[in-house]
Nanobody
Framework: QVQLVESGGGSVQAGESLRLSCAAS????????MGWFRQAPGKEREGVAG????????WYVDSVNDRFTLSRDNAKNTLYLQMNSLKPEDTAMYYC?????????????????????WGQGTQVTVSS
């Protein structure tokens, strides 16, 4: 069973940076994708970024492209989301996620594939 534990959230000013971490356990060779989602109050959950665990390919939602970077430390089984140039509209609860079933579909873009394992979330608040 996959367990995902996020950390690294906090409150920052616009323009500042944060790095989110997701410590994963129970990841198997069939876990092709890991990623991050976010949900702001009153809004639907949004896929932010996805990473192919084998090939390392990454996908980002347009609103964070060139500001957020997804990476993974395989030795530590940890997924990172480096967030630079943060904006107030980035304020949300951020969730780490993994796709643990359904096989490889050719993409880990969270807009197009389902993720089925979730962490508890970490809050990011950006003030102007």
């Amino acid at each position: 069973q996959v367990q995902l534990v996020e950390s690294g959230g906090g409150s920052v000013q616009a323009g500042e940076s944060l790095r989110l971490s997701c410590a994963a356990s129970g990841i198997t060779s069939s876990t092709y994708c890991m990623g991050w989602f976010r949900q702001a109050p009153g809004k639907e959950r949004e896929g932010v970024a996805g990473l192919h665990t084998i090939g390392g390919g990454t996908w980002y939602v347009d609103s964070v492209n060139d500001r957020f970077t997804l990476s993974r430390d395989n030795a530590k089984n940890t997924l990172y989301l480096q967030m630079n140039s943060l904006k107030p509209e980035d304020t949300a609860m951020y969730y780490c996620a993994a796709r643990t079933s359904g096989g490889w579909t050719g993409t880990c873009n969270p807009r197009f594939v389902g993720y089925n394992s979730w962490g508890q979330g970490t809050q990011v608040t950006v003030s102007s």
